[in-house]
Antibody, heavy 118, light 109 residues
Framework: EVQLVESGGGLVQPGGSLRLSCAAS????????MHWVRQATGKGLEWVSA???????YYPGSVKGRFTISRENAKNSLYLQMNSLRAGDTAVYYC????????????WGQGTLVTVSS | SYELTQPPSVSVSPGQTARITCSGD??????AYWYQQKPGQAPVLVIY???ERPSGIPERFSGSSSGTTVTLTISGVQAEDEADYYC????????????FGGGTKLTVL
């Protein structure tokens, strides 16, 4: 059974940093592109970052230069290092597996809440 | 930048057909995907590549595409279908990006 379990969320002050983790199981982690998607309370879904099987990374302009996605295949783990956090980054952050051969998400974690507030 | 536009809300009675649209200039060139999200839960993929249905998704869910608009159709709507629905696409023609529509709240009356 495919499982994605996020951790590392919490309360952080504006300008601070946080590192999210996603533990994957039930599939060959190294063979799949992985993404982070976030959702502010009562709002829609927003793509945050992606990492390919070769380690290539992608970001939208809203987080580029502040967030860094990485993966550790030996540990079946995905990470998101978030620096220079802003109030607008407050959201539930989901780890999601990209469907093989497609740019969509066939499995999602349950999310971890990041709150940026003083 | 690439945008996808959805109606904020759609309402139908049980047993009727619900249609949720998603519009975007790049949709003729890029596949669209649909997710269902219920309160407090992670999204679930219900349609991929415009019209394909993942295993385990009921047959009442279907997708179609015409020009710059894709449509999610739910036939014979049930109370359990009440949820938020999001369309999504990806653009790799320039810098890779993933885009979501703003979401549509489906209310079953």
């Amino acid at each position: 059974e495919v499982q994605l379990v996020e951790s590392g969320g919490g309360l952080v002050q504006p300008g601070g940093s946080l590192r999210l983790s996603c533990a994957a199981s039930g599939f060959t982690f190294s063979s799949y592109d992985m993404h982070w998607v976030r959702q502010a309370t009562g709002k829609g879904l927003e793509w945050v970052s992606a990492i390919g099987t070769a380690g290539d990374t992608y970001y939208p302009g809203s987080v580029k230069g502040r967030f860094t996605i990485s993966r550790e295949n030996a540990k079946n783990s995905l990470y998101l290092q978030m620096n220079s956090l802003r109030a607008g980054d407050t959201a539930v952050y989901y780890c999601a597996r990209a469907r093989s051969g497609g740019s969509c998400y066939d499995y999602w974690g349950q999310g971890t809440l990041v709150t940026v507030s003083s | 930048s690439y945008e996808l536009t959805q109606p904020p809300s759609v309402s139908v009675s049980p047993g009727q057909t619900a249609r949720i649209t998603c519009s975007g200039d790049a949709l003729p060139k890029q596949y669209a995907y649909w997710y269902q999200q219920k309160p407090g839960q992670a999204p679930v993929l219900v349609i991929y590549k415009d019209s394909e249905r993942p295993s385990g998704i009921p047959e009442r869910f279907s997708g179609s595409s015409s020009g710059t608009t894709v449509t999610l159709t739910i036939s014979g709507v049930q109370a359990e279908d009440e949820a938020d629905y999001y369309c999504q696409s990806a653009d790799s023609s320039g810098t890779y990006q993933v885009v979501f529509g703003g979401g549509t709240k489906l209310t079953v009356l």
